[in-house]
């Protein structure tokens, strides 16, 4: 269920709310879109009346530090990048409670499809500036948090053939040719997937465990999902080979999974997947553990700015 937040003015020494602390900037130069579209989304931030301090963090696993280094300091942090970049500061908002603004400049951008986040770094900073917040949830594999997906099997594979380069000359139809250089590694393997104290086992080629609602550059977890339902949305893909699984596309843009027997699907707040040997689990297109994944939803655990 959504949940809107007002957000509370700052007030100055003055008891007015004329005076505010600045939002923590931090862009990911590397980015499709850049530094460039960074700049002028700060600008326009600055020009709806929020300050801005701008910070640099070369490398994303340092966003985390940044964040709390600067928590006494700003009132917001607004992350320019793709999913990758949002999901690197996860930790750091968790811990200093501070919302976060979204300027997607990355790729797929499904953090931000989800909650309606226009495209335009701009406009992105115009939604941030007018100060709607929502709280929404997030998953955690092994205690690692993310938004959108995490998943094992031929995710992990598509994120190990999508290269920056690639991403930032083809964009979203970089995730499409990933996807066939994928898909000549494709090969079923067994998993438990343990929910409720039920224990299933799978033959797939892939799991996922969706907490929003888009993954992968607009594929659809299920066309119910929300990111502040409280649940997590889990469908294995149970096909023998290329073909099946290329027939199930359409279903997988669109959520609709419940006419195809191939895909099984179940929801839960705690989820545990099993495998015989451990497989790498990739999570909003970051490798971060390994099997046995255990799986939970952190409700309302952060306010993000939204239209």
């Known amino acids: 269920m959504q949940q809107d937040i007002e957000e509370p003015a700052a007030a100055g020494a003055d008891g007015t709310a004329s005076q505010r602390l600045p939002a923590l900037l931090v862009v990911n130069r590397n980015s499709r879109r850049g530094a460039a579209a960074g700049e002028a989304a700060g600008a326009a931030l600055e020009a709806a009346g929020v300050p801005v301090r701008r910070e640099n963090c070369e490398d994303a696993r340092g966003l985390p530090d ?15 990048g793709g999913d990758g970049s949002m999901n690197a500061a996860a930790p750091g908002l968790l811990e200093t409670g501070l ?57 992990v594979d598509l994120t190990r053939a999508l290269t920056r380069d690639s991403k930032r000359s083809f964009g979203v139809l970089g995730y499409a040719i990933a996807g066939f250089r994928a898909l000549s590694r494709l090969r079923p393997f067994s998993a438990e997937i343990l929910s409720g104290g039920e224990r299933r086992v799978s033959r797939t080629v892939h799991v996922a465990v969706g907490n929003g609602r888009h993954y992968g550059g607009g594929m659809t977890v299920s066309e119910d999902a929300e990111i502040d ?11 023998a080979g290329v073909w099946q699984l290329l027939k199930l596309l359409p279903a997988l843009r669109s959520g609709r999974h419940q006419r195809w027997a191939e895909i099984r699907t179940l929801t839960g707040d705690a989820i545990e997947i099993r495998t015989r040997r451990r497989r790498a689990v990739n999570a909003d297109g970051e490798i971060v553990t390994r099997t046995p994944a255990c799986f939970r939803v952190l409700r309302g655990a952060l306010r993000v700015y939204v239209p």
């Open 99 to 155: 919302p976060l603004g979204v300027l997607p400049l990355g790729t797929a951008n499904d953090l931000a499809r989800t909650l309606g986040i226009p495209a335009d770094p701009e406009a992105a900073a115009a939604v941030i500036a007018a100060g709607r917040l929502r709280a929404i949830d997030l998953g955690e594999v092994n205690g690692h948090p993310y938004f959108n997906v995490a998943s094992v099997g031929f995710g």
């Open 66 to 80: 940044l964040i709390r280094a600067m928590a006494d300091r700003v009132d917001r942090v607004v992350i320019g």
């Open 229 to 239: 339902d409280g649940r997590l949305d889990v469908y294995s893909l149970e096909v």
